[in-house]
C-alpha cells in the first residue's frame, strides 16, 4: 500500500517528479565526475614518475607536489650531483605548462634513456631535429594525431616524430635545448632526477643532499609518489570539499522543497475533501 501511494504521488506530479530526480542526478554525478577525475590525474602522474627510473627527485625552493616554479635551477646542478656518492646518472628536465592539466616536458634524450631504458615507441622515433616532438599514445589518442601531423604548442609548429606508450615521465616531450630557447630559460631547469647504484642508498643519499641543499624540495622518489594524494594536495582538496557541499545543500534543498510542496498538496486536498464545520 505504502509503495503504491508513493508511486501515484510521483505519477500524479511528472513535471516535479522528473526535474527532482534529475537535479538529484546530476548533482551525484558531478561529485563521482569530480573525485574521480582528481584521482585518476594523481595516479597517472605518479605512474609517470615512476616510469623515470629514478631513485631521487630534486625539485627548486618553495615548489608544490603538482606544480614547478617555471625553471629556477641551473643546468649545471646534474653535473654537480652526478659527482655525489652512490649517483650514477643525474638527468635535469624542464616543464612549461599548458593550458588544463597538460603540459611539455623538455628533456635530454640520451640521459633519460640511460636513467630509463627509453621510451618504447608504438609509432615512430625519438627526437632527431629541433622542431620534432613526441607524445604518449593517451595524447595522440585525445588529439587524434599521426606520426608527420602538425602540433600548434607554444607559438610554434611542432612535427609528431613519435607516439609512445604511456607511463613514462610526461605526455609531451621535447628536446631540452630548444624548450629553454622558446620560453626564454636557457640553461635552466625546472627539476632533477637522480639514479643511484643501489636503492638501499636512497634514504642516506636524500638527507646528504638535503644539508648540501638547503631549501631544495628533495624526495626518494617513492615519497614522492606517496605524496600525490588528495588529501595531500591543500588546494585540490579545499576545492572538492567545497563542491561536495554544495552539492550537498543544492540536493536537499531539491528534497526539502519537493516535501513541502507534496505535503502542501496533500493538506490541501485533505481540506477540500473533508471541510472542517463548526
Known sequence: MLNKLILSNLAHRPVRTVLSVLAI????????????????????????AQGVG???????????????????????????????????????TMVQPLSGFDSITGLDLDAF?????????????????????????????EKHLHIGDTLPLINHEWRVAGIYES?????????????????????????????????????????????KLPGYQIYSMEEFTSLLSISSVGMLKNFINVVIGIAAIVGFIVVFMAMYTAVLERTFEDRRNFPVRD
Open 25 to 48: 542526478a546530476i548533482e551525484v554525478t558531478m561529485i563521482l565526475t569530480l573525485v574521480g577525475v582528481s584521482y585518476g590525474t594523481l595516479h597517472a602522474t605518479a605512474r609517470r
Open 54 to 92: 629514478a631513485d631521487i627527485l630534486v625539485r627548486p625552493v618553495g615548489t608544490a607536489i603538482l606544480s614547478l616554479s617555471s625553471a629556477p635551477i641551473s643546468d649545471r646542478l646534474p653535473a654537480v650531483l652526478a659527482a655525489e656518492p652512490h649517483v650514477t646518472v643525474a638527468t635535469g
Open 113 to 141: 634513456n640511460k636513467m630509463s631504458g627509453g621510451f618504447h615507441f608504438l609509432q615512430g622515433g625519438p627526437l632527431l631535429h629541433d622542431n620534432d616532438i613526441i607524445v604518449d599514445e593517451y595524447y595522440a589518442k
Open 167 to 211: 607511463g613514462k615521465l610526461a605526455r609531451i616531450c621535447v628536446k631540452l635545448s630548444v624548450l629553454q630557447e622558446f620560453t626564454g630559460n636557457p640553461h635552466k631547469l625546472s627539476q632533477v632526477y637522480l639514479k643511484l647504484d643501489d636503492p638501499s642508498h636512497v634514504h642516506a643519499a636524500v638527507d646528504a643532499l638535503k644539508l
